[in-house]
C-alpha cells in the first residue's frame, strides 16, 4: 500500500520562491501546507495558485508557524504516514525529497534529517554562524547523547505517529533541534542522508540579521543544556 505524504512549508515573505519549491516537489506528495507566517508579500497568493493549501499564522516563528501546519492535519480525517518538512527560500532541493523519505519507506526509519554536507553545498550557502552554530550543537549532542547527527536541517521527514509522540512545543528558532533531541529521548531509529543546498532567494529572517544569529543560538543551546539534565 503506497504511503500518504504531506509537506508542511512554513513561508515569511517567500513570493519569490515559494512557486518554485511547490512546483518542483515530487507528485507523490498528496498534499503541500504552506504556513504563511504573517507575510507582508503575496507569498499565500503565489502558493494557492501553486495548488498548496494556505493556513495563516499571524504569531511569528518558524515553530509556530510548524505547530499551525500540525494542527491543520490533526483535524482532517485521513492523516499522513509521513510528514515532511521543507523551507519555502528555495535553498533545498525540493526533488530531492524522495531521497528523504526513502529510507522511511524501505528500511522502516523513523526520521529523516536532510544532511547540508559541503561537498554538495553551493558557495555562501550556508553563513559562518550557521556552520558555527550547526557544529556547536551536533558535537554536544554527541557528546551528551552519542548522537551522530551533524547538521540541524530543515528538510526532513519523519513517521507521523512518531512525529505526535514528540510532543513538539519551541515555537521560534529552537524546533529543529527540539526534535532531534527528543528522536534520540526516544530512542527513535534516524538517518542522515546527503542533500545539495543552494543560496536561498531573499535574505534569511534568521541567519540574515545579528539578533536572528543570536536567538537562535540561544535557543539551540538552551535546548540541548535542557535535555542533557533530564531524565
Known amino acids: 500500500m503506497s504511503k500518504i505524504i504531506k509537506v508542511i512549508i ?22 503541500i501546507i504552506v504556513v504563511d507566517n504573517n507575510s507582508s508579500d503575496a ?3 503565489v502558493a494557492k495558485n501553486a495548488g498548496a493549501t494556505v493556513l495563516f499564522q499571524p504569531n511569528a516563528g518558524y515553530g509556530n508557524a510548524c505547530l499551525k501546519g ?28 524522495l531521497k528523504i523519505i526513502a529510507p522511511i519507506i524501505e528500511k522502516n526509519v523513523d526520521f529523516v534529517v536532510g544532511a547540508r554536507v559541503r561537498s554538495l553545498r553551493e558557495n555562501g550557502s550556508m553563513t559562518f554562524p550557521q556552520r558555527f552554530g550547526n557544529k556547536l550543537a551536533t558535537k554536544l549532542m554527541r557528546l551528551f547523547f552519542n548522537s551522530t547527527f551533524t547538521d540541524l536541517g530543515p528538510f526532513r521527514a519523519i513517521k507521523y505517529e512518531k512525529l505526535l509522540q514528540l510532543n513538539m512545543q519551541d515555537k521560534t528558532y529552537g524546533w529543529t533541534v527540539e526534535m532531534q533531541l527528543k528522536v534520540l529521548k526516544k530512542k527513535f531509529t534516524y538517518v542522515e542522508v546527503p542533500v545539495k543546498y543552494r543560496n536561498r532567494i531573499g535574505v534569511s529572517k534568521v541567519s540574515g540579521t545579528v539578533k536572528g544569529t543570536i536567538f537562535a543560538g540561544i535557543k539551540i543551546l538552551t535546548w540541548i543544556f535542557k535535555y542533557s539534565f533530564k531524565k
Open 10 to 31: 512554513p513561508a515569511y515573505n517567500e513570493e519569490g520562491s515559494i512557486g518554485k519549491v511547490i512546483a518542483e516537489i515530487p507528485e507523490m506528495v498528496s498534499e
Open 43 to 45: 507569498t499565500a497568493k
Open 70 to 97: 500540525m494542527e491543520y492535519i490533526s483535524e482532517e480525517k485521513i492523516k499522513p504516514d509521513i510528514l515532511v518538512f521543507l523551507d519555502g527560500d528555495y535553498s533545498d532541493y525540493p526533488s530531492e525529497m
